[in-house]
């Protein structure tokens, strides 16, 4: 220090973009420079401003906080002052390191409006600023969850397809009729989407191929801006068109709150206008994971690709050929993915030992239905539906029994001290939380009912499938069918005598469920 002048700077923040419109920044640096220049014992050698922020950043992670510490440790000033305490922060600890490092330095902190020489009342002060930030988060979170439950805008970026009618309280989201291409609204280009997917079965790619094609703009690139200041190209992206279309916006479901990574959040839904009916929404959504399972670019088909499920792990099996057979393998084998650890036992299954089977149960209905659509009314429970039952409590069992295994397997790596107490406790706890949740639904398994009569095709359609089988198929025409009438083939893989035995149990959407092997020789005969 230099005789009696103190060199001083001025620390200013604003918290959020609502307080730096109201030029609050302004006003914090105004006040304290005019008291500043009233003493003349005082120098203002430098201004120290940091852009609004969200949530306790400390000091040493804003720009110009960061910038504050570094000239204190070069000795360019004596004392930082602020308008209030809670401008150097609203967190329990962080004012209170701050304060530490600056002592230590030889720099005095000063609050214009408030008295904070004493330690104690300096810990007081950062106490009630913590205190009142959660204070105003608990009273702010009430207040857009109640806003939430009326249907009410909460502010954020708005659906494609929707904008914001009213202002405040009154703020509510409706269909938009904003034009965006030719004669297209807003909403009517979101019901186009769901019209290519639910109806034409479109992919997401070909979705975003055809708006490219088209020249229509997207939202950014219609209003101008771009994705958190970076421009975009512009263009229709795949990833874009499922964002979109997975949205429960659309069918009129607004949800607050499903994208907080918070695990205990409370997902808050309210009724508005829809877009599209329930019905096309659920259509795209199987669409999608139908699209997910399907052969894309592969030239060679697999008549019942897409259709079968391992009954270990609950994947999918995949289709291949190896010297012109074909062979069915659960995709948990070829990388370490699904509930249980490492890659699946799942037994594989050659194509020509359930593929024939499979296509004769399916050619035997089309050209004979019968009684059999007259059965599917009043069939419900019974041991077909016992039998699906039992495969899936059985596959939940086998997982139950890996929660075991992995749970020994990380008591063994604490006691090699190959992990933390704290990392053993974690994982502990998620296996625990993995097999309460399969217990639950082992407890609440019910056999699943058949399917509805709607879920068959119309009589026109089987008539013109029989006329079809009469001409002669394609492989890309027998696996439709199969897709249309097969609901599911689970595989269930038993170890006998060090070997592997796959049971086919094939659930059909016509009223029978037919269990089949898949080893040599131990096809039942035909019912």
Not at 95 to 118: C, F, M
Request: glycine residues 8%.
């Amino acid at each position: 220090m230099t005789g009696q002048v103190r060199r001083a700077v001025i620390y200013a923040r604003v918290s959020s973009p609502d307080q730096a419109e109201r030029e609050t920044i302004l006003t914090q640096l105004q006040d304290v420079e005019r008291y500043l220049q009233k003493d003349p014992s005082f120098q203002l050698v430098g201004k120290y401003v940091d852009d609004p922020s969200r949530g306790p950043i400390p000091l040493a992670d804003r720009p110009e906080g960061r910038r504050l510490l570094d000239d204190a440790k070069r000795r360019l000033f004596d004392e930082v002052w602020m308008f209030k305490l809670d401008r150097l922060g609203r967190d329990d600890i962080d004012p209170l390191v701050v304060r530490r490092q600056l002592n230590q330095l030889g720099v005095k902190l000063v609050a214009l409006h408030e008295n904070i020489e004493s330690p104690l009342e300096f810990a007081m002060r950062v106490a009630f600023a913590a205190e009142e930030r959660r204070t105003l988060l608990l009273r702010t979170s009430a207040g857009m969850n109640r806003a939430a439950r009326e249907g009410r805008y909460t502010g954020g970026i708005v659906a494609l397809g929707y904008k914001v009618e009213g202002k405040k309280e009154k703020a509510h989201l409706v269909p938009s009729d904003v034009i965006i291409w030719g004669d297209w609204t807003e909403a009517d280009l979101v019901r186009r989407m769901y019209y290519w997917l639910a109806v034409d079965e479109w992919s997401c790619r070909k979705i975003a191929n055809e708006l490219n094609a088209f020249g229509v703009p997207t939202a950014y690139q219609k209003e101008g801006r771009g994705i958190r200041g970076k421009r975009t190209q512009g263009k229709w992206r795949p990833g874009h068109i499922r964002n979109v279309v997975v949205n429960p916006v659309y069918k009129g479901e607004l949800q607050y709150g499903r994208r907080s990574k918070k695990p205990d959040r409370e997902i808050i839904s309210a009724t508005i206008d829809p877009l599209v009916s329930k019905e096309i929404w659920n259509a795209a959504q199987a669409t999608l994971a139908a699209n997910r399972i399907r052969p894309k670019n592969s030239s060679r088909r697999y008549l019942l690709r897409s259709l079968i499920v391992c009954g270990t792990c609950g994947l999918h099996y995949c289709g291949s050929a190896n010297r012109g057979v074909t062979w069915y393998r659960c995709d948990g084998q070829l990388v370490e993915r699904g509930p249980i650890d490492g890659r699946c036992p799942g037994k594989s299954v050659k194509g020509p030992e359930l593929e024939p089977a499979v296509w004769d149960d399916i050619e035997r209905f089309l050209r004979n239905p019968g009684a059999l659509i007259d059965e599917l009314a009043t069939e419900r429970n019974g041991t077909a539906a016992a039998a699906v039952a039992e495969v899936d409590r059985t596959m939940l069992q086998a997982a139950l029994e890996n929660c075991a295994s992995q749970r020994d397997r990380m008591l063994d790596l604490y006691q090699r001290e190959l992990i933390t107490r704290d990392e053993l406790e974690t994982r502990l706890n998620g296996i625990a939380e993995q097999k309460r949740q399969l217990e639950e639904r082992l407890r609440a398994l019910d056999p699943e009912p058949l399917a509805e009569v709607d879920d068959l095709p119309s009589e026109d359609l089987l008539g013109e499938i029989r006329r079809r089988l009469d001409e002669g198929l394609d492989d890309e025409q027998r696996q439709e069918i199969a897709s249309l009438l097969v609901r599911r083939i689970t595989i269930n893989t038993e170890f006998v005598d060090g070997g592997k035995r796959a049971t086919a149990l094939v659930e059909y959407k016509f009223p029978r469920v037919v269990s089949t092997c898949t080893d040599r020789d131990s096809w039942p005969p035909p019912a």
